[in-house]
């Protein structure tokens, strides 16, 4: 039974992804990928345009046909029955599908679907997880109205709380700031980092802004051309020697408090 | 603190309509159609008085108790009700609910608010099935059934079974190629059927009142022949609301929510196109059914599918009996052919609904 996890979110899992490689037809878009989150960790992969960040978070939820080994929490996710699955990770896509007419507490809702039979209406633990999870968002004032009336933030925050209503012990984020301008975007990782120290969640997710990056994750993993080609802190990771590498970028390294800044440098005439 | 600013504003923003009480929705949908269903049986060429018919059907309902009320009709208009009214109501009803039940889990599956149940070859199948028949079996019965529904009913199974064999094969379970092979199917089908309904034109008449739908010839047998596939497939299709609603957040977040889409896309289209099949069977095209009454499901409580269904349900019961009632009536004693009502009334009232849409966005 898992009635009694309502009260008691269960902590962040160890997720270790081990030789991971995946294709698009002919061509090979990941390489053997191996990376491993510590339970209660925040990495974030990144990498150029086309290097692979969203079919390792695919691959690694099992939406897309890959080689290697996934284990969470050392127990392979290979053949694990979905529903099982759906316990242990939650999935924020890039680009959220949200839905017509539904409201945010409906929408929300839909995070308990593998924690219920598929037909089955909600019971009353599950109105009471999705009704935690939308005061800790600050979505309480949202709650009965339609999706589509909130604005961007707002429905950031809906997303995440539907993953939150999962009960997951991974969170995996798939550019979470994609849409958001910089104060929401600030807000968002606010939040996720909030959630991840206060239950204990271990957070992977894709982040195109390095400098962001560079402050909420603790670790990083850059991916090129599919290949994992540095990971560690951010701070040994995000060095103007990678990013003209694997970027082609020039761009200046600032420490800050919080961790690395990235500055691009205009080329000089 | 932004966080606070974008609250107030949301707050202070609550001009968004509410939605009423679903309860109160299908409630309210349950008595139309219990209304829609008397006059159905009151109204026609004739009129039956409404007191009587209530005590008729009551008594008729009382007599397996050994309880008999007096105050009936009388032979004639008994046998009016009893024989004419009576199952061709129930059957607009049982039509109206399975082609809308299927239009919303389509819309559904699709997440296309343009699908209706016809979208994936069940009518031109239905169609070339009920051709062949009419051009060249014409007077054929199986036991107590005539043979045009029951090649209606496998034509429109081949069409869909052909669309999914073709969508499958050519893009495992995407929706788009499934779309598009539920055209190419359709529209080879619809070619087939105008061949043979071109090289027997003395049926054409014929074959073309069954193409618009027809209620006309409903009979008892009708009843009994789609209710044993209507039935079953709408309650599937019921229970299903709240797995389409997972469906509608798009194949990867239902899949992280433990779903299986493809498995799902295929029973639901399976019951869609079992409740259509049987529908078709013993009515016809009946247009605009399957396309409209969504809609208005939608917009009396919300986008949810495990709300929509079942009051799309009631409500296309309804409103094909009162689209039957306008096709008895309007040109009396003749009669107009059903689809033509249907799309008559729901396609203003489909407009309106855009135009009203449109303005409150």
Excluded at chain 1, 45 to 68: A, D
Excluded at chain 1, 140 to 153: D, I, K, Q, V, W
Excluded at chain 2, 118 to 140: D, K, M, R
């Amino acid at each position: 039974m898992n009635d009694t996890t309502a009260q008691a979110p269960p902590g962040g899992a160890r997720v270790e992804v081990v030789g991971l490689s995946a294709s698009y037809g002919r061509t090979r878009v990941l390489e053997s990928v191996r990376l491993t989150v510590e339970p209660g960790g925040w990495l974030a992969i990144i990498g150029p345009n086309g290097s692979g960040k969203s079919t390792l978070l695919r691959s690694i939820l099992g939406f897309h046909p890959h080689q290697g080994l996934v284990r969470i929490d050392g127990v392979p996710t290979t053949g694990m029955p979905r529903r099982d699955r759906a316990r242990y990770l939650a999935y924020a896509p890039q680009t959220p599908v949200l839905p017509e007419g539904v409201t945010t507490r409906d929408y929300v809702t839909l995070g308990r679907t593998p924690h219920r039979p598929l037909l089955s209406a909600p019971r009353g633990v599950d109105r009471q997880v999705v009704a935690d999870v939308m005061d800790r968002l600050g979505l309480r004032p949202l709650a009965e109205r339609p999706l589509a009336t909130l604005s961007g933030g707002e429905q950031q925050r809906a997303v995440l709380a539907r993953a939150l209503a999962q009960q997951p012990r991974v969170l995996l984020l798939d550019e979470p700031t994609a849409s958001l301008d910089l104060g929401h975007a600030q807000q968002v990782l606010d939040l996720v980092d909030r959630l991840r120290r206060q239950d204990g969640l271990t957070v992977l997710s894709t982040l195109h802004d390095l400098t962001l990056a560079g402050q909420y994750a603790d670790r990083l993993a850059l991916l090129s051309e599919g290949r994992v080609v540095a990971e560690g802190a951010p701070a040994e990771v995000l060095t103007p020697a990678a990013l003209h590498t694997h970027y082609g970028a020039r761009a200046e390294v600032v420490a800050g408090p919080h961790g690395p800044a990235v500055l691009p440098v205009r080329a000089a005439d | 603190m932004t966080a606070t600013a974008g609250h107030t504003r949301s707050e202070t923003d609550q001009a968004a309509p509410r939605r009423r009480r679903p309860g109160l929705v299908v409630a309210g949908a349950g008595l139309a159609l219990v209304a829609a269903l008397l006059a159905g049986v009151w109204v026609g060429a004739l009129p039956l008085p409404p007191g009587a018919v209530v005590v008729t059907l009551l008594d008729r309902l009382l007599d397996p108790f050994g309880l008999h009320l007096s105050g009936g009709l009388d032979g004639t208009h008994e046998a009016v009700l009893l024989q004419l009214r009576l199952p061709r109501v129930l059957l607009a009803a049982l039509v109206g609910a399975g082609l809308a039940v299927s239009g919303a889990a389509y819309q559904g599956v699709f997440r296309n608010p343009l699908a209706d149940p016809y979208l994936l070859g069940a009518a031109a199948g239905a169609g070339l099935g009920a051709t062949l028949v009419i051009a060249y079996a014409p007077s054929q019965t199986l036991g107590p059934f005539g043979i045009v529904p029951l090649a209606a009913f496998v034509g429109a199974l081949v069409g869909v079974g052909c669309a999914l064999a073709l969508g499958t094969a050519a893009g495992g379970s995407h929706t788009a190629t499934l779309l598009l092979a539920g055209v190419a199917v359709a529209a080879f089908l619809a070619a087939a059927q105008t061949l043979v309904q071109q090289q027997n034109t003395e049926d054409l008449r014929e074959v073309y009142g069954w193409l618009l739908g027809q209620l006309g010839r409903a009979q008892w047998s009708d009843v009994v022949l789609v209710l044993p596939y209507l039935a079953p497939a709408c309650l599937v299709l019921l229970f299903c609301g709240r797995a389409l609603d997972v469906l509608a957040v798009g194949d990867d977040e239902a899949s992280a929510l433990g779903v299986h889409p493809g498995r799902l896309r295929l029973l639901v289209i399976l019951a869609a196109s079992m409740a259509t099949a049987s529908a078709v069977a013993v009515s016809g095209l009946i247009g605009f059914v399957g396309l409209v009454v969504p809609h208005i499901a939608r917009r009396l409580v919300g986008g949810s599918h495990s709300r929509v269904l079942p009051v799309s349900l009631l409500v296309g019961a309804g409103f094909l009996v009162l689209a039957d009632l306008i096709a008895r009536v309007v040109l009396a004693p003749a009669e107009l052919p059903i689809g033509v009502v249907t799309a008559f009334v729901g396609a203003p009232f489909f407009a309106g609904l855009l135009w009203v849409g449109a303005r409150r966005r």
